[in-house]
């Protein structure tokens, strides 16, 4: 059965005119004309009968029916699908150019944005710095001084230097805050006892090296200057190579490496709190770094206030302040939270740099070592130069205060000498080397229980009194093959001894029972 040659899928015959049609097509026809397509005559929808038939397979389209007609149907398939394929490139090539737009305009916002926080903190830095500026010198007018216990005569004050900043000065509230914290540690120092799992003499004779770490370069090697956290088991160094590197001991890894200085780092030292790091350099500047979250440490100030070489910095008990020491001839009492330098003390009567710095234990009194052999105590609220200690022979290269208070050792070209801080007066005095060897550190244990020397070796000695002799518990040699050790640590309850030497090697020594790590890592 065939319409037109085609047969129909549902097909119906006219009764008046018997013809046959698909019905979607006449029914699509009588509703436009309501005739019959073939005689023409009036042809009502309900004069169609739907005929049943059985369901009839369509046969292939007449260009399926040989090969060339298949090509062709493929080729146009394929056709199709390259001009869709194409679209979609185009879409994604539209799409890939709006993205890179969209990407452009959000880094240029997020420029714009740190640059504008960029110039806010500086404001604020300015503005805080503007109104602590007061009319007044930086340069402090110098009282007498006592020589080894002795009154020195007043000199007449100089004028000071032109060309310097005023400063804001030590104010009575910082005075307070100091004087607080002083009598805050000194009642506790008398309640302290020492550490159950202090380590005894008889544990120092065990010691011996059990780690030893390449921190620094090869290029520059050597490391000028160490410090231990008090409370985290890092270790800090300050190498020839210009960097600082916090290292943790447990793990034997190199923390973050703390690049900025253009010349070697002589002085290093944790602050306890908020992740900060000091490092002075022979570059004339202090830096003040903050730690991440990711262990690494940003630069938050550069100190550019001394014109030559700043060899120590040294943190305040209230760890708040702290004290820089160049070979300028000054020292200068900075805050840490905004790195502003409130005095710059340039007493008229030293005649070479500053070699050597530290704090008293209590925050009131200062220690200093210059180039010109002489020791210096100044008293903080003042900073006036209270009393001088004379008799060693080259520059002092270190000093350090004993944890009770009562005794000063300090470092120089000579050998080791300690001073009675309550007496004013030297009453021991060691050389352990030759004339040709200074001793380049020098420094007690939190206890106070053992002061460490270091030369071309390291000597441990137990502190005794002032009448007492301190005996040598241990001799360590250098191990470097320098013959310079230049910084030795003691770490909690003198667990261990961190020593720096001027082969780039931070060395361990400690028990070798202890767990201590003793595989080296290269940085």
Not at 70 to 77: A, P, T, V
Not at 237 to 257: L, M, P, R
Not at 363 to 376: D, F, K, Y
Not at 438 to 455: K, Q
């Amino acid at each position: 059965m065939f319409c037109a040659r085609v047969t129909p899928e549902e097909p119906v015959v006219s009764r008046r005119t018997g013809l046959l049609y698909e019905r979607r097509l006449i029914e699509k026809h009588l509703a436009e004309n309501g005739t019959c397509p073939v005689t023409g005559e009036s042809l009502p929808a309900d004069d169609l009968i739907s005929v049943k038939t059985n369901k009839a397979v369509k046969p292939r389209p007449l260009q399926a029916a040989s090969i060339p007609g298949m090509l062709g149907l493929f080729q146009n398939e394929w056709d199709a699908l390259m001009l869709s394929n194409y679209a979609l490139e185009q879409q994604l090539h539209t799409a890939r150019q709006e993205l890179s737009h969209a990407l452009y305009q959000h880094d240029a916002a997020c420029r714009v944005i740190a640059r504008l926080k960029k110039e806010r903190d500086e404001a604020r830095q300015r503005l805080v710095q503007a109104a602590r500026q007061v009319p007044s010198s930086e340069v402090v007018t110098p009282t007498a001084a006592s020589a080894n216990g002795k009154r020195a005569p007043e000199a007449e004050a100089e004028p000071a230097a032109p060309g310097k900043k005023a400063r804001q000065g030590i104010t009575p509230e910082i005075i307070k805050e100091l004087a607080d914290c002083n009598a805050r540690l000194s009642g506790q120092r008398k309640k302290r006892q020492n550490s159950q799992t202090l380590a005894t003499a008889e544990a120092f004779e065990k010691y011996t090296q059990v780690a030893s770490h390449p921190l620094h370069k090869t290029v520059k090697p050597g490391i000028c200057s160490t410090d231990i956290h008090p409370t985290k088991d890092y270790i800090l160094t300050g190498g020839v190579d210009s960097t600082a590197i916090v290292f943790n001991k447990a793990s034997g890894e190199i923390i973050s490496t703390l690049a900025g200085h253009s010349k070697r780092v002589t002085s290093v030292k944790f602050v306890p709190r908020d992740e900060l790091v000091l490092t002075g350099s022979a570059d004339k500047t202090v830096r003040i770094w903050q730690g991440q979250d990711d262990g690494s440490y940003n630069c938050k100030h550069v100190l550019k206030d001394h014109s030559a070489e700043v060899r120590a910095v040294t943190l305040h008990a209230t760890h708040n302040y702290f004290v820089t020491a160049s070979l300028d001839k000054t020292w200068g009492f900075y805050d840490l939270s905004t790195g502003l330098c409130l005095t710059q003390v340039n007493e008229a009567t030293v005649q070479d740099g500053f070699t050597s710095a530290a704090f008293h234990p209590d925050g009131l009194i200062l220690g200093t070592g210059t180039a010109e052999s002489l020791v210096r105590i100044w008293d903080v609220k003042t900073q006036a130069n209270v009393a001088k200690f004379e008799g060693h022979t080259g520059p002092v290269t270190d000093i350090s205060f004993s944890e009770n208070g009562y005794f000063l050792a300090t470092a120089a070209s000579d050998g080791v000498k300690l001073w009675d801080l309550r007496k004013l007066k030297n009453f021991r005095s060691f050389a352990p080397y030759d004339a040709a060897t200074p001793t380049n550190t020098v420094e007690f244990d939190y206890s106070g229980s053992y002061l460490a020397v270091g030369g071309s070796d390291i000597r441990i000695y137990q502190v005794a009194s002032v009448k007492q002799e301190w005996n040598t518990v241990k001799v360590f040699p250098d191990l470097s093959g320098t013959g310079k050790v230049t910084s030795v640590r003691f770490g909690p309850d003198a667990s261990y001894l961190a020593v720096a030497t001027m082969d780039r090697q931070l060395r361990i020594l400690g028990a070798p029972t202890s767990g201590l790590e003793t595989s080296a890592v290269t940085p």
